[in-house]
């Protein structure tokens, strides 16, 4: 009982929670693991496969969403093990410790695949050999990342048990890993086309395709490096305060415990029909490569600065606002207005691209759209943070009501989440893309036009426009039209606006009636402190 005497009295809320240094640690791996995550899903899912390695855009679709949902159906297991897992360390520190190193190298395994030769048959060996390539260091690394990914979340719940240190910790970690999703969606494309044409320029690779394929495996190599460092500070430095309890489930048990949970419920349904609005992060990112900026580094950068900047900004504002704005408002108002923000803004970005097509760059249009991107900013800041207070919600209510912390499972339905959102995502966007021919040798030949000085915006739609170029090797041709161009860029500016308006309105059904209301949450955390200390449930 002294140790739980000498925790109430450094602690001035009265209850036992996490050291500042613990907290500058845990943040730190939440920045590696971030890092890493946008390097794979965002910017070798969302445009190296497609456009640097060439795969169809709805084969690239279909391996994603498959790896996604393999994976996403995967995290229960993973939380199950976690759950029943007991050591020296704790319940989620072995895995924080010895994972990062084994996500890192699988990260850079997905980059060093071949190119897909659009001139040859789908069923040729050369091309079974990429797709397969890329469907399997996928999948592989998604269930990698999982047995990081899992922990990292679960293990806020077993820092602490003072509601307000971990909402802000929740808060600080949804920042933190925006600022790392900014760094890597942001920053590692321009840099690695920029990398690529420097190796071009200077004569190191004369093929200025192969030379901006090494562009991204030098870059996003050194990305990943960086994440692995960072990520492993966690399982170095951070506690867990909380002992897990004694009785865990079964992996049939758990997942009737999801369901069983009505908060958790709640928070997983609402969480999946929100899914869509991830393609933001992917479409703005091609969007910006080929409308904006030509595959111009500079312009790149300038563009994902103001439109990225515009988001990013805002989500991180949004974020750090949560713990105040939830002293004036409940988690549920929060929540569905996170989601229905950027609903009326997404579809008035796709009115504003179709009043002028080829003029979203001017002054004005550009103002505009940083407006509706800080709208979207906003919503997500807001949704992401109260999406984990939630779930560690629901796993308070789980220890109250059944005397089980289920933090391993409850956090593998967050990344359940992202991954279904994200396949609903890829899929969405890759049939839209192949819909419209913007996929494979299309896209390589919108890649050689652009090598000539042509700008796409402004010969898009025109008819009498054409452009052919023909392959060394096979001698194919392959020609695209200003017509075919103007459906090229439409079908990006459909894409990131129509689906996450209509998630956002999907994805308040089912949290309307929330089940928490914050004097009974309050009620719950006193009770749980209780409880621990005469059970002697906590640690220094």
């Known amino acids: 009982m002294a140790k739980i005497e000498d925790a109430t009295q450094l602690y001035e809320s009265g209850l036992v929670t996490y050291t500042p240094r613990e907290r500058n ?64 360390w704790g319940k989620c520190r072995p895995y924080l ?11 850079v395994l997905n980059y060093l695949n071949g190119s897909y030769d659009g001139s040859q048959p789908a069923n040729s060996p050369h091309n079974l050999y990429v797709v397969l390539w890329a469907g399997a260091a996928y999948i592989l690394w998604g269930m990698c990342y999982t047995a990081g990914d899992i922990p990292l979340w679960g293990i806020v719940t077993l820092m602490t048990e003072n509601e307000k240190h971990r909402q802000k910790l929740q808060m600080l970690s949804r920042t933190v890993a925006a600022v790392a999703g900014g760094i890597g969606a942001l920053a590692l494309q321009p840099v690695a086309i920029a990398v690529g044409q420097a190796l071009n320029g200077a004569g190191l690779i004369a093929d200025k395709r192969a030379a ?6 030098l870059v ?20 867990e305060r909380i002992k897990p309890s004694e009785k865990s489930y079964t992996l049939r048990e758990n997942f009737q415990l999801m369901w069983r ?89 796709f ?27 906003v ?64 896209v390589k030949a919108l890649d050689k036009l652009i090598d000539t000085g042509v700008v796409p915006r402004e010969v898009m739609g025109d008819a009498s426009f054409s452009f052919s170029f023909t392959e060394a090797l096979s001698g194919v041709t392959t020609t695209i039209t200003g017509p075919q161009i103007e459906k090229f860029m439409m079908v990006m500016f459909l894409a990131i606006a129509v689906p996450p308006a209509v998630s956002g309105l999907l994805a308040v059904i089912p949290t309307w009636k929330y089940a928490l209301s914050k004097e009974k949450l309050e009620e719950i955390v006193a009770e749980l402190h209780s409880r621990r200390i005469a059970e002697g449930e906590l640690t220094e």
Do not use: C
């Open 261 to 349: 949970n009505k908060p958790f419920r709640q928070v997983l349904l609402s969480g999946v029909l929100a899914g869509p609005r991830n393609i933001m992060m992917n479409v703005a990112m091609v969007m910006v490569t080929y409308y904006y900026a030509s595959k111009n580094p500079a312009q790149a950068v300038l563009y994902l600065a103001l439109l990225g900047g515009g988001l990013f900004g805002a989500l991180m504002t949004a974020q750090i606002m949560v713990p105040r704005l939830s002293q004036r408002f409940s988690k549920k108002t929060l929540y569905n207005f996170a989601n229905l923000v950027g609903v009326v803004p997404s579809l008035l970005l």
């Open 25 to 88: 640690m845990y943040l730190t791996g939440m920045f590696g693991q971030n890092m890493i995550y946008n390097v794979i899903v965002v910017v070798l899912g969302g445009y190296y496969l497609s456009n640097v390695l060439y795969i169809p855009a709805a084969t690239v679709g279909i391996i994603l969403a498959l790896a996604q949902v393999w994976d996403a159906f995967n995290d229960p297991m993973m939380g199950t093990i976690v759950d029943k897992t007991r050591s020296k």
């Open 97 to 107: 410790i010895f994972v990062p190193a084994v996500i890192g190298v699988i990260s």
């Open 379 to 442: 919503g997500l800041g807001l949704y992401m943070v109260l999406q984990s207070n939630m779930i560690a919600d629901a796993v308070d209510y789980e220890d109250y009501t059944n005397h089980v912390r289920p933090d391993g499972v409850f956090f593998s339905g967050q990344t359940f989440i992202t991954k279904i959102g994200t396949a609903i995502s890829v899929v969405i966007f890759g049939l839209l893309k192949d819909f419209v021919g913007f996929s494979d040798v299309n």
């Open 220 to 239: 996003g190599s050194a990305f990943i490096l960086i994440g692995v460092a960072a990520f492993q500070m966690t399982g170095l430095f951070a506690r």
């Open 351 to 377: 009115a504003l691209y179709m009043s002028n097509p080829g003029g979203m760059t001017k002054p004005l249009y550009l103002v505009l759209t940083m407006l509706i991107f800080a709208f979207n900013g």
């Open 212 to 217: 901006e394929k090494t562009g991204f495996i």
